[in-house]
């Protein structure tokens, strides 16, 4: 129960068998409350999360926006300020992968996973940094990345640049918010 007390945000949460979903349940058993977050289009999976982690003892909220938006990034961040008195942890961790090799990539994918997996994670560390400043208690911005930040793999180029991205944009943060005591790393699982 390491987290007793601290409030947690969750991107990419409303599938059962996601990376997000693990994490929001790591962070419920050590005592968490967590505010789950996926696409408008997934709030009834979302509620089922949500109905789990409350039977962890724990208080869940969700917020249905898409990251890549930054007005509905805003509202899922008043929300947590709202139901949770704010967020001490920032786990983004939406994104997206096509299976695509070279010849197959067409504009509107590549635009899908450049606005997911790196305007999305930006934006929901803008959003969750300035809080975490404002509210001058310190915290903690976890992303999401891959194995493919050290490892190329054929059909997923464009997918392996937004992830190997990830390393150069939480070095930039985490600079820049050492002084608010909010650390930034990135995970790459795989």
Request: charged share 25%; with cysteine; glycine share 10%.
């Amino acid at each position: 129960m390491r987290l007793t007390g601290k409030a947690a945000l969750v991107t990419g949460a409303a599938d059962a068998r996601s990376i997000g979903w693990g994490i929001a349940q790591a962070l419920a058993e050590e005592g968490a409350d967590v505010l789950l977050n996926d696409l408008p289009d997934r709030q009834a999976e979302l509620a089922d999360r949500a109905a789990e982690i409350r039977d962890l003892g724990r208080r869940a909220v969700v917020s249905a926006a898409d990251v890549t938006r930054p007005e509905q990034v805003e509202a899922m961040l008043r929300t947590a300020d709202d139901q949770l008195g704010g967020i001490d942890i920032a786990c983004s961790n939406a994104g997206i992968i096509r299976w695509e090799r070279l010849s197959q990539i067409t504009p509107r994918s590549l635009r899908a996973m450049v606005n997911v997996n790196l305007k999305g994670n930006m934006l929901v560390c803008q959003g969750a940094a300035r809080r975490m400043i404002e509210a001058d208690r310190g915290g903690r911005i976890i992303i999401t990345s891959s194995v493919q930040v050290d490892r190329h793999f054929p059909a997923t180029p464009v997918y392996g640049a937004t992830r190997r991205a990830m390393p150069i944009l939480v070095g930039g943060l985490a600079l820049e918010l050492a002084p608010y005591r909010v650390t930034v790393n990135h995970v790459g699982p795989g």
